[in-house]
């Protein structure tokens, strides 16, 4: 199998996306909406500093990752067998969650609150993967989505299918458009298990999925029309997902064309990075690495800003500290905290869990017979 060509735009898209949902968290949710739980813990009143005007919609970055996601399994899956890819998938998620829910168990020591036994469960359903909360860190509801994602691909591929990945995406996004569409026009269920059975995300997912097929085996008509019919599915979606995000928020709420464009602009920068991927790698040449633990730096980034980021901008407000500078500080400890997990971390525990699984009984007469 020909060495595939990286796709370094992915890495930067990666740190957009959670560069977003951060900005969305500790510089709009902590001082705009009166129950949050760092605007209580500061002891100020909700307020709308101008610079929310450019981080109310960042929560648009989780649709982002699904459809970064959907191209990064499509485009790395093929010709892998079924307990590689479930190897490599593990690998990649689990040892950055099990540092950062860690930390995020330990954090209410070290700032003189407590934990009790629900946050042990919290953590355990965490480091399980539950799909169900809570769980320690709230936004980790979205892995559990994503494992659900890489079941059915799974699947595919053990069922010796896995080059039907387009037909997969075909389904999936169809399936989520007539859920979006029926969704607005009736009331049917729109909970945790219509997340977990991908109708509600599958729009994401497919699109992402076509993306890396189209550019594989050429784009085609078919390609297109799947295409517009996962961004008219994922319009409804945002749609809807603006009233969820911005409850109490009815004028923003009626803007919600501003998140779906912003999210609609870094897909368009997604194709633009797998067509011109060839052009980029001979750009990057050296910087190459650089990109890459840009990349590695958002999974930790995602899972710990709250607990990294979120207690700094506790302390520097209750100080008296001006918000432009307790928001900056708040920011620049969460990046830093997710640079050392990836740079320092991670990487000694994510060796020892692939030495693990690679000891496990069968692994090498498996090995043997995918070569």
């Known amino acids: 199998m020909p060495k595939r060509i990286p796709i370094h735009g992915l890495d930067l898209l990666r740190m957009a996306a959670a560069a977003m949902v951060m900005l969305y968290h500790l510089a709009f949710k902590a001082l705009a909406m009166g129950d949050n739980t760092l605007l209580i813990a500061s002891g100020k009143a909700a307020m709308n500093p101008p610079w929310t005007g450019a981080t109310w919609f960042g929560w648009i970055g989780v649709q982002v990752f699904f459809v970064i ?13 079924a307990r590689s890819f479930a190897e490599r998938r593990f690998a990649r998620l689990w040892p950055a969650l099990a540092i950062c829910a860690t ?5 209410p020591l070290v700032t003189d609150e407590m934990w009790d036994r629900p946050a042990l469960s919290a953590y355990a359903r965490t480091l399980t993967f539950f799909p169900f909360g809570p769980w320690i860190m709230g936004q980790f509801w979205t892995l559990p989505i994503e494992v659900m994602f890489y079941g059915v691909i799974w699947l595919l591929i053990a069922a010796g299918q896995g080059q039907r990945l387009e037909e997969l995406a075909w389904a999936l996004g169809l399936a989520s458009a007539a859920y979006w569409v029926v969704h607005v026009l009736l009331p049917i269920p729109d909970g945790r298990i219509m997340a977990l059975l991908l109708v509600q995300h599958g729009c994401f997912f497919a699109l992402g999925m076509i993306v890396a097929k189209g550019d594989a085996d050429g784009f085609h008509y078919r390609h297109g029309l799947l295409g517009g019919i996962c961004v008219a599915a994922a319009a409804l979606q945002i749609r809807t997902a603006a009233g969820w995000e911005l409850e109490g928020f009815p004028v923003l709420q009626a803007r919600w064309i501003v998140p779906f464009l912003a999210w609609l602009a870094v897909c ?6 797998f067509r011109a991927k060839e052009a980029i790698a001979r750009f990057v040449g050296k910087q190459a690495a650089a990109l890459r633990m840009c990349g590695m730096m958002t999974y930790p980034l995602y899972l710990i800003h709250m607990h990294t980021g979120g207690p700094v901008l506790v302390l520097l407000r209750k100080a008296g500290f001006g918000d432009a500078v307790a928001i900056a500080a708040s920011l620049g400890v969460a990046v830093v905290a997710a640079w050392v997990v990836a740079r320092w971390i991670e990487p000694p525990l994510h060796g020892l869990v692939k030495d693990a699984l690679a000891a496990l009984p069968g692994r090498r007469s498996a090995s043997r017979a995918a070569a």
């Open 69 to 81: 996601s959907g191209a990064v399994i499509a485009y790395s899956s093929t010709g892998v067998s």
């Open 103 to 107: 930390l995020a168990l330990i954090v």
């Open 268 to 273: 368009v920068a997604l194709v633009l990075s």
